[in-house]
């Protein structure tokens, strides 16, 4: 599957058209700000402002903005507590990195008056004030003021704190545009659909210092990451409440408990950042710097993220770079120009997704970008990001058509702009949190993906394998008589396995929009396909590479995901189901313990074949080496439904092989055919090697063999 094929999942219920002149909007009084003198700002008496009665501010109850009473105070800015001369000159330079520092809406004291300070970029505008539910959301109150010709617009307000909601009003010089804009640097926004920032901190008492001291040891390329993929909105509802969304404080106990029972090691989630539109799955993001608040406040997050390291339990988030949607309130069109996207739509609106494109060659975007990524990493002690849609970021002519896109200055399609901040982006990811990982969900032959910046990569630290994804689910749909015919679909992997560092994925994308559950993709009649699911499994965690799951796969769910429901537990209740779920707790159990499985994943020193052309039998064995012990395992698989006895493979060691996991066994559902818990090797040679086994290959199953001589 490529990224091509991912048309509907970003896609707004309407598509917007290719960008066009905006409309009409409210009179603002522009007149009025431009005569206002300097010197009168610096005079306004910051006493009888901080005198100004102000209603006491309502704490935010999680998933939920409470209305604030503030009294409406009518003041000038005041000189920028927060932005230096410094700042500016990275920013405009694109290497300011941590940007939520310094703009949006940080909580403060002036001369003494508690208030907040505001800080927005919009260069093109002639007017920018905050509105919000202090002043009756009127553009004239609470003017701000540009630093210089910086385009950076800021001020104090004084009396205003935490839990106020406020938007930017922009007037721009261009066509009369007037539009309120969400703050783009928020730390926190109203529940959808209101689109209000909210006044708000990062503040909170970590506990996880344990984990962050040693993830170095938990994510490297020779640790083992299995991966269990997730949209915590319909992970689980409450049972009595199906309509509503557990919060991330209850989340957070109640996935710690699934993992440690399933075995995972780290999970990843699809985008929490702040979206409008429910139904795009979070890729549709207006708040790049925080967590939706459907689930909680910016603090719910981090209790979560911090109850789960605590528990041993990595985080990646699923971040999205590569666009942003039309939507009026947000990014598009900031301030009368197109801002953060191209102007040109051939390079600047994606003709699938109905939505922008990011303007890479522009400096200050790769600093709000960038800064993104950093915000995740520091504020919220995330373990690593999971760079969607990276394919249509790489090529200009991504899902267009001739005469629909611009060549590069080579000519080529090669989007030259978004190579160097992909780079810029893992070279000051790695360099401030070299102890976390970027993976790339790419699925082209574009070279050195997970290769690094100096050697020419684009330096994540990994890459998604979806050309083994479809593939083997290709595989999987066939009957077994049939595969006999079709023995290179799994072969295949062996020529390019090491050209990256891959995780493979069986991700959400496999089971949305009438594709089916992963189950309903499966061969066979019912028990076939079980057994064939414990087969799929079994093979993933057998071959080179991390692993990714997506929720409710572990158990078998039958139904296609359903974003606005929860997976179907009940199933547990049955014992294939609950068969299903104990592999994948042994299967990553097994992973996890075995160095053979997974120390030289990225390495081809840790795998050789035995024997892969067996096609009449279809029966696949392969071994697999440790890198630190002198440990080896041995897999084979029978792809078929037939039992085969004494079945010889060849092994490169005499002695004892311990029969360490049959996924054939009575307690998976299976059918309880095996080998009495492993056997001797015989001097008989075969397939190269001075012994072999004899053994008993159960129907549609994986047995893995670990050498005790």
Aim: hydrophobic share 40%.
């Amino acid at each position: 599957m490529t990224d091509k094929t991912k048309t509907t999942r970003r896609s707004r219920t309407k598509k917007a058209d290719a960008p066009a002149a905006p409309p009409e909007a409210v009179e603002t009084p522009v007149a009025e700000v431009a005569e206002t003198p300097v010197a009168e700002v610096a005079e306004t008496p910051v006493a009888e402002v901080a005198e100004t009665p102000v209603a006491e501010v309502v704490e935010v109850a999680p998933a939920e903005v409470v209305e604030t009473a503030v009294a409406v105070i009518e003041s000038a800015p005041a000189a920028s507590p927060f932005l230096t001369d410094d700042d500016l000159y990275l920013f405009g330079e694109g290497t300011h990195y941590r940007m939520y520092e310094k703009f949006g809406a940080h909580l403060t004291v002036v001369d003494g008056a508690p208030g907040t300070y505001f800080a927005v970029w919009a260069p093109n505008a002639e007017y920018v004030a905050v509105i919000g539910d202090w002043n009756g959301w009127e553009s004239g109150p609470n003017p701000l003021k540009m630093r210089g010709s910086s385009g950076i617009w800021e001020g104090f307000i004084p009396g205003i704190g935490k839990g106020a909601t406020y938007k930017f009003h922009i007037a721009s010089r261009y066509y009369g545009y007037r539009e309120d804009k969400t703050d783009p640097f928020g730390s926190y926004y109203e529940v959808a659909p209101r689109t209000g920032a909210v006044v708000w901190d990062r503040d909170y008492g970590w506990n996880d210092e344990t984990w962050m001291a040693t993830r170095h040891q938990r994510q490297n390329l020779n640790a083992p990451m299995a991966i269990y993929e997730l949209h915590l909105g319909s992970w689980m509802r409450d049972p009595n409440e199906p309509e509503r969304f557990l919060s991330y404080r209850e989340l957070a106990p109640l996935l710690a408990e699934h993992m440690k029972t399933c075995g995972f090691t780290h999970i990843e989630l699809m985008p929490i950042t702040e979206h409008p539109f429910y139904g795009s799955w979070g890729y549709q993001v207006t708040g790049f710097f925080a967590p939706t608040s459907r689930l909680g406040t910016p603090q719910d997050f981090m209790f979560f993220v911090d109850y789960l390291h605590q528990h041993g339990i990595g985080i990646i988030l699923d971040w999205v770079p590569s666009h942003f949607p039309t939507d009026g309130h947000g990014l598009a069109y900031f301030d009368g120009t197109h801002l953060f996207e191209h102007a040109d739509p051939r390079k600047g609106f994606h003709p699938d997704w109905g939505s922008y494109i990011f303007n890479y060659g522009r400096n200050e975007v790769r600093s709000f970008l960038i800064s993104s990524a950093i915000c995740w990493l520091e504020k919220f002690h995330i373990d690593g990001l999971r760079v969607d849609a990276v394919a249509s970021m790489l090529y200009l002519d991504y899902s267009r058509k001739d005469g629909e896109w611009i060549p590069n200055i080579y000519g080529g399609n090669e989007n030259i702009e978004a190579i160097m901040f992909l780079r810029q982006f893992n070279a000051e990811v790695y360099k401030s949190f070299p102890d976390v990982q970027t993976i790339a969900e790419e699925s082209t032959a574009w070279p050195m993906v997970s290769r690094p910046t100096y050697v020419g990569g684009l330096g994540f630290g990994y890459k998604w394998d979806m050309g083994w994804m479809h593939d083997t689910l290709q595989y999987m749909r066939r009957e077994g008589v049939f595969r006999r015919f079709h023995h290179n679909e799994l072969t295949f992997r062996g020529l390019y396995m090491f050209t990256e560092n891959y995780v493979l994925s069986l991700s959400h994308d496999e089971v949305v929009h009438g594709k089916g559950s992963l189950m309903d993709k499966m061969a066979g009649d019912v028990w076939q396909k079980f057994a064939n699911m414990r087969l799929l499994f079994s093979y993933m965690y057998a071959q080179p590479g991390k692993k990714l799951m997506f929720m409710g796969a572990e158990f078998g769910q039958w139904r296609e995901w359903n974003h606005d429901g929860s997976l179907d537990w009940h199933l547990l209740e049955f014992p294939s189901h609950s068969g299903l779920m104990q592999l994948v707790g042994d299967l990553n159990r097994l992973y996890s313990s075995e160095p053979s499985l997974h120390e030289l994943d990225c390495d081809p020193a840790g795998f050789e074949w035995v024997d892969a052309s067996d096609t009449d039998s279809s029966v696949y064995s392969f071994l697999r080496k440790g890198k630190t012990t002198g440990d080896i395992m041995l897999v084979v698989m029978n792809a078929t439904p037939v039992v085969r006895a004494d079945y010889r493979i060849g092994v490169p060691r005499g002695g004892w092989w311990r029969e360490m996991l049959n996924s054939d066994g009575g307690e998976y559902w299976g059918s309880g055919i095996g080998n009495s818990g492993g056997m001797n090797a015989d001097v008989v040679p075969v397939h190269g090697h001075g012994h072999s086994l004899n053994l008993t290959l159960p129907p549609l199953a994986a047995l893995f063999f670990k050498s005790e001589g």
